[in-house]
């Protein structure tokens, strides 16, 4: 029985674990995210973990792991295992041979691709896509990205930027400035962050989305407005995205995925609204395998022949 370590590697957290092939995760270890230091720490931080793992897993009788996937915040070019961009947090991440540097540490085969694509694998191949051959996932939390995945893998684009759905236009962004630094854009009204920052623009005062949310589900009426329209805006784009790729199935998962029934049923209503014909009956459906998803998407990753 073989095994593989997946690693997802976000802008404040570090997460690893030893994927075994049925889709069990042993192991599981963290490590804050050093992203202000620089791409040295961050691939020390990474190696730390491997090597954590691959030692319990030789104390515990666990099978030793062949091969290292990497989901990494960021673009990344997948065949080469590079960072082509990233955002400002990641101090120095664009450039970054990833797969390369990793691989040199540890002496184990390594691949990297972008994280939302790596949760995307998790859920198609172990979660809510399992069997599925055309998956659409739809991830909003801080931001709004997704992947569209055939057979269990996904699909990239040409310049490795595929998935960028927040910054699809949405009349009901209309004139707010976008993270990307364009106005309009989805991410501005129906992410975490958009939802939060609409409902202080209508007068609410709150620490944080899941406070809006926590109100909303109380009855308050702003919050209720607020959550909401972010549901519905949400849903509206994921009508055209099925309109236009026809998936099996789409799979919702990220912060707001777990807002409850009140903004569940106003993104579904208004995706459904929006499907033609020959899409009705699409399922959007929960993601099943939660922060998990990306450790076993990456770990697939690195057990594919490539």
């Given at each position: 029985?073989?095994?593989?370590?997946?690693?997802?590697?976000?802008?404040?957290?570090?997460?690893?674990?030893?994927?075994?092939p049925?889709?069990?995760?042993?192991?599981?270890?963290?490590?804050?995210?050093?992203?202000?230091?620089?791409?040295?720490?961050?691939?020390?931080?990474?190696?730390?973990?491997?090597?954590?793992?691959?030692?319990?897993?030789?104390?515990?009788?666990?099978?030793?792991?062949?091969?290292?996937?990497?989901?990494?915040?960021?673009?990344?070019?997948?065949?080469?295992?590079?960072?082509?961009?990233?955002?400002?947090?990641?101090?120095?991440?664009?450039?970054?041979?990833?797969?390369?540097?990793?691989?040199?540490?540890?002496?184990?085969?390594?691949?990297?691709?972008?994280?939302?694509?790596?949760?995307?694998?998790?859920?198609?191949?172990?979660?809510?896509?399992?069997?599925?051959?055309?998956?659409l996932?739809?991830?909003v939390?801080?931001?709004?990205?997704?992947?569209?995945?055939?057979?269990?893998?996904?699909?990239?684009?040409?310049?490795?930027?595929?998935?960028?759905?927040?910054?699809?236009?949405?009349?009901?962004?209309?004139?707010?400035?976008?993270?990307?630094?364009?106005?309009?854009?989805?991410?501005?009204?129906?992410?975490?962050?958009?939802?939060?920052?609409?409902?202080?623009?209508?007068?609410?005062?709150?620490?944080?989305?899941?406070?809006?949310?926590?109100?909303?589900?109380?009855?308050d009426?702003?919050?209720?407005?607020?959550?909401?329209?972010?549901?519905r805006?949400?849903g509206?784009?994921?009508?055209?995205?099925?309109?236009?790729?026809?998936?099996?199935?789409?799979?919702?998962?990220?912060?707001?995925?777990?807002?409850?029934?009140?903004?569940?049923?106003?993104?579904?209503?208004?995706?459904t609204?929006?499907?033609?014909?020959?899409?009705?009956?699409?399922?959007?459906?929960?993601?099943?395998?939660?922060?998990?998803?990306?450790?076993?998407?990456?770990?697939?990753?690195?057990?594919?022949?490539?």
């Amino acid at each position: 029985m073989t095994a593989t370590i997946g690693i997802d590697l976000g802008g404040t957290k570090t997460a690893a674990g030893l994927v075994l092939p049925d889709g069990d995760v042993e192991l599981d270890c963290t490590a804050p995210t050093p992203a202000a230091v620089g791409p040295a720490a961050m691939i020390d931080t990474v190696t730390a973990l491997v090597a954590e793992i691959r030692g319990k897993a030789a104390d515990s009788g666990l099978p030793a792991p062949v091969a290292i996937g990497i989901g990494s915040a960021g673009v990344i070019d997948a065949g080469h295992g590079t960072v082509l961009s990233a955002t400002h947090n990641l101090r120095g991440w664009p450039g970054t041979r990833l797969a390369d540097l990793v691989a040199s540490k540890t002496g184990l085969p390594v691949r990297a691709i972008n994280d939302v694509h790596a949760h995307a694998i998790g859920e198609a191949r172990y979660g809510a896509g399992r069997g599925l051959g055309t998956v659409l996932m739809v991830a909003v939390g801080t931001g709004i990205g997704g992947s569209l995945v055939l057979d269990g893998t996904p699909l990239p684009g040409a310049r490795h930027a595929a998935g960028h759905l927040g910054h699809t236009p949405a009349p009901e962004a209309e004139g707010l400035l976008c993270t990307c630094g364009r106005t309009g854009h989805l991410e501005a009204i129906a992410s975490g962050t958009g939802l939060l920052a609409h409902y202080r623009r209508l007068g609410g005062t709150a620490a944080d989305t899941r406070q809006v949310v926590g109100r909303a589900s109380a009855g308050d009426a702003l919050a209720t407005e607020c959550v909401t329209l972010g549901g519905r805006t949400l849903g509206r784009a994921i009508g055209g995205w099925v309109n236009m790729l026809d998936p099996d199935a789409v799979i919702v998962s990220g912060g707001l995925a777990q807002a409850g029934p009140l903004w569940w049923s106003a993104m579904t209503g208004a995706a459904t609204e929006q499907f033609i014909e020959a899409v009705t009956g699409c399922p959007v459906l929960p993601a099943e395998r939660g922060s998990r998803a990306a450790i076993l998407g990456a770990a697939a990753l690195a057990g594919d022949p490539r």
